[in-house]
């Protein structure tokens, strides 16, 4: 089975200045992997998000991608237009050539299937923030996705709204053919959702490993002591 994403020594640099967002990252994705991007702000996670999803290139030609994998991602800040949900969903699909009538009912069904139907008629602009993380969630996987790209899917939820995004997230990530890469300062999360954890540093990827070994392999220390730090909360 070909590789979701293979990237090889992938460099992003952004800007007129030429900050370096990503570093020689090296790393392939497979179907139905559940990857999370940690690190501490400015360590390069949105831009490796970015980078996978096509909104930024790297340096040559160091990234390859599975084109039949159909991806959807969600930003850390949505942004829904003044109209119903309902015609926020529908509205990508049509715009991905689905016939609007078409567009609205499939819009209506992932709406009924998040537990979000009824408010399928509220203009978007008046929801709460969790609200419209997951009605942005909802739009995302209305074009079923076989990719889901996150960043920081959870951010400044309260409690209740953090639980009802995790949720269906969860429901997402059990799902065996789904691909979820997402981006998180919940460690909690990540070690509800993630089968493998990336430790991103100014740009490099600095441990790569299955999330048990992450959070408690005795080689973290030694092998690992940036990601051991950041852990222990000596990173921020």
């Known amino acids: 089975?070909?590789?979701?994403?293979?990237?090889?020594?992938?460099?992003?640099?952004?800007g007129q200045g030429g900050?370096?967002?990503?570093?020689?990252v090296?790393?392939?994705?497979?179907?139905?992997?559940?990857?999370?991007?940690?690190?501490?702000n400015g360590s390069g996670k949105s831009s490796l998000l970015r980078l996978l999803h096509g909104l930024l290139k790297p340096a040559a030609?160091?990234?390859?991608?599975?084109?039949?994998?159909?991806?959807?991602?969600?930003?850390?800040?949505?942004?829904?237009?003044?109209?119903?949900?309902l015609r926020n969903?529908?509205?990508?699909?049509?715009?991905?050539?689905?016939?609007?009538?078409?567009?609205k009912a499939r819009a209506l069904q992932a709406l009924a299937q998040a537990g979000l139907a009824d408010l399928a008629q509220r203009n978007a602009r008046e929801l709460s923030v969790g609200q419209v993380q997951r009605v942005a969630l909802v739009r995302?996987?209305?074009?079923?996705?076989?990719?889901?790209?996150?960043?920081?899917?959870?951010?400044?939820?309260?409690?209740?709204?953090?639980r009802e995004v995790e949720a269906l997230l969860g429901r997402l990530a059990a799902q065996p053919d789904m691909?979820?890469?997402?981006a998180s300062h919940n460690l909690g999360q990540v070690k509800r959702l993630a089968s493998r954890v990336i430790y991103l540093e100014h740009g490099r990827v600095l441990a790569d490993l299955p999330v048990a070994e992450f959070?408690?392999?005795p080689a973290l220390p030694s092998r690992y002591p940036q990601a051991h730090a950041f852990l222990k909360g000596e990173l921020v």
Request: proline share 7%; aromatic share 6%; net charge neutral.
């Open 1 to 14: 089975m070909s590789p979701v994403f293979q990237l090889t020594e992938a460099s992003v640099r952004l």
């Open 19 to 24: 900050v370096q967002a990503l570093c020689e």
């Open 26 to 40: 090296s790393l392939t994705i497979q179907p139905g992997e559940r990857v999370a991007l940690v690190g501490a």
């Open 61 to 85: 030609d160091q990234l390859q991608v599975d084109a039949a994998q159909r991806q959807a991602m969600l930003f850390q800040r949505p942004y829904l237009l003044r109209l119903s949900v």
């Open 89 to 103: 969903v529908a509205l990508g699909l049509w715009l991905g050539g689905v016939p609007w009538a078409a567009a």
């Open 140 to 162: 995302a996987l209305a074009a079923r996705p076989q990719v889901l790209l996150l960043d920081e899917p959870s951010a400044s939820l309260d409690p209740h709204a953090k």
């Open 179 to 182: 691909t979820l890469v997402f």
């Open 215 to 217: 959070f408690s392999g």
